[in-house]
């Protein structure tokens, strides 16, 4: 199975607990007005991978860092969740150590119940609800008010997530590449 995706990193600390490793998937419709990722929204653009290959990638990451787990991010990953789901899936019996999490615009309410109930089973946590640039948030991950954190293993606590944060990646070749959260986040270059 396949996945279309925007971006990989191997390391990034603002992008749930501990060192992780992010994808960012290509393609979502939400269109929330004010959102940082609008070049993630076309869903036929990015590139394809195999799960398999993004298992090695991650796999590779984490033979060479400490990466505590993988953060699934967008564009919107539940509009690939057969693709997301099996990633997860064996992501999780690969790596039994590895923590998992996931940003969707969705909320819970909004998911199929036995869809998001088979995805719940492999994550650690999820942030969930459209972006609402009228209703900033401060809190650790939730970029507006209406959105929540929710924890779905006791592998964290509310107290492990950080501030809000930014990253700025700048590769051999050049390539930058700015996650987080750059409006209220103080930068961290790396
Ligand atoms: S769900 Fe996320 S990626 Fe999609 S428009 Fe909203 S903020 Fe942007």
Known sequence: MQLRVHALMECSTVNGPGVRAVIWVQGCSLGCPGCWNAQTHAPLQGFRLDVSEIL????KASRENR?????????EPMEQAPAVLELLRRLKAAHP???????????????PERLWRAMQSHLDFAVLGRYNARRRSHDPLVSSTNQVLRLYTAHYS??????QSVEIHIDDTGLTQITGFP????????
Do not use: N
Not at 67 to 75: A, H, K, N, P, V
Not at 183 to 190: A, I
């Open 56 to 59: 090695e990638w991650f796999a």
């Open 97 to 111: 150590g590895i923590t998992a999490g996931l940003f969707s615009g969705y909320t819970e309410r909004e998911l």
């Open 67 to 75: 990466i505590e787990g993988l953060t699934i991010s967008g564009g």
């Open 183 to 190: 409006v209220l986040g103080s930068p961290v270059l790396g």
């Open 158 to 163: 509310m107290a492990d997530f950080a501030a």
